[in-house]
């Protein structure tokens, strides 16, 4: 990993401690010596389906940070359209082709937040959940969201 | 639950099973990965080389035709979405070097005068730092107060293809474009219209506003340039800036037939940037579909 790379997430670090955003509760390295590796906790957006949960991400990042994306998967099971329902991986463009290194750890589980409220079933990694939202079943949807 | 084959690498699956949206992605993961093969800037060389890659008319005849002009070198560029940007830089910087020092001072002064449009686009100043460094490290040393040795061709050659520099220097240009756009964005705002039909820029059946169009072609990373994002981008630095296009553009009908004698009819359209040259420029970007380099005579 380069300097380039451990100065800008420790930058990070030390951004989200002094103000966390409302909504990440928690966002830090799972362990002091690799920094490549974060986790984070994210409150479910309010009137959804998703409130009142927390969920777990587990952060992979490249050592080609800021300049390659991070990927980010939900630790545990989400109904949602984007998310893969066995893997937790996740859909979402900023972090892949509309990726730019003016995102950061903490305004990418933002974006991961703001996804949760609003799906985009034309593209889903889980076509049962998107279904359901297309054919405009929001109480099937919900009551399936709902499920921890 | 969901349980089809979407979850295998899209290089593993039949092309008539993927979205549009699925073709682009891979289209541009190929892309990646053949020019991952290339240096990112590579040396000057002769331009009638180029010649050897085209059997298409056309571009034979208006490679011909750059050669009659004097053109006579080409610097390939490493074929990403960023060549634009890095062929841009490279040439802003290259054209420094033989200048009084006074010179990069001044592109340092402009450079430091656009900061605050940073500020205003709502980048965060410790994030942008970073990818501002390399550029002001090198403009500085071009600069008159520079305890460094002065850089030649060869060393900013070899600071390109450092792919942390070169990688920073195109960033920090994709947030000065953007920043430009959204300041400017009564300007700009009009050109987009005119994406309505491209299916790179539909959102929604409609044209991107400039917000989206700055996050999505702009500050993303491997986006190619179009005509806004470079127009913006000379006129925020000020820096004249001269296209050649060689593309089909210009062609006889019916192409060259056996009678068609020297072809010496068709020409190179160079569009200029950011108004005329005052200083009889020897350096221009090569434009071929999709693709940026550098052009020298």
Known sequence: ?148 | MSSDNSQLPLDQRKLSDLTDYEVASLTQELKAEEASKRPLVGEVEPLERLSDEYKNETFLAKIASLQRDSWTGLRRLRGDGDCFYRAFAFSYLERLIPLPPSAAQLALAKVESLLPLLDQAGFQKDIYDDFYEPLRDLLLALGPDSKLPRPTATSLHASFNDTETSNAIIVFLRLLTSAFLRANADDFTPFLFGLEDDPRFMLEGGAPTMDQFCSFHVEAVNKEADHIQITALTRALSVYTRIAYLDQSGAPPGGFGAGAGENGDVKVDFVEFEGESEEKLNGALLYRPGHYDVLYR
């Not at chain 1, 409130?51 to 777990?56: G, L, Q, V, W, Y």
């Open chain 1, 1 to 148: 990993m380069s300097s380039r790379t451990t100065k800008r997430l420790l930058s990070e670090l030390q951004e989200y401690n002094s103000a966390p955003p409302p909504g990440l509760v928690h966002l830090a390295p799972t362990d002091d010596d690799d920094l490549l590796r974060w986790s984070a906790r994210l409150a479910g957006p309010p009137d959804t389906a998703f409130a009142d949960r927390t969920f777990h991400l587990l952060i992979n990042i490249p050592t080609a940070y800021p300049a390659q994306p991070p990927t980010m998967s939900f630790q545990g099971r989400v109904f949602h359209p984007n998310v893969h329902y066995k893997t937790g991986e996740i859909c979402l463009d900023v972090l892949k082709e509309q990726w730019s290194p003016v995102w950061t750890l903490s305004s990418a589980c933002l974006a991961v937040q703001a996804l949760l409220a609003a799906p985009e079933p034309s593209s889903p990694l889980n076509v049962d959940a998107a279904n359901l939202l297309r054919c405009g079943d929001l109480v099937a949807f919900n009551a399936l969201a709902r499920l921890p």
